[in-house]
């Protein structure tokens, strides 16, 4: 099994910056793709940007351009660094590992965009 935990949220200003980090531990062999989804009230779940394990990128056109998303694998660490927030990036981000066809998820972090 995958154990992820995530960190990283809070409460910034419109077009402030957040960075958000998942920790991986157990086994991550063979972890094929992780990712970054969010929720917010009303709103169905959208996920937000995915990386796989050769390290190629994808995202949501609503984040394109603002958000960034990486690994480091030595750390088994995986980070969402978000620049140029808005109101409606405000959600609960949960992050995802993929292994195999199981997929593992973290407890959520809470991103507040609001002046």
């Known amino acids: 099994q995958v154990q992820l935990v995530e960190s990283g949220g809070g409460l910034v200003q419109p077009g402030g910056s957040l960075r958000l980090s998942c920790a991986a531990s157990?086994?991550?062999?063979?972890?094929?793709?992780m990712g970054w989804y969010r929720q917010s009230p009303g709103k169905q779940r959208e996920l937000v940007a995915t990386i796989t394990s050769d390290g190629s990128t994808n995202y949501a056109d609503s984040v394109k351009g603002r958000f960034t998303i990486s690994r480091d694998n030595a750390k088994s660490t995986m980070y969402l660094q978000m620049d140029s927030l808005k109101p409606e990036d405000t959600a609960v981000y949960f992050c995802?590992?993929?292994?195999?066809?199981?997929?593992?998820w973290g407890q959520g972090t809470q991103v507040t965009v609001s002046s």
């Open positions: 995802y590992a993929k292994q195999s066809i199981l997929y593992y």
């Open positions: 157990g086994s991550r062999f063979s972890i094929n793709a």
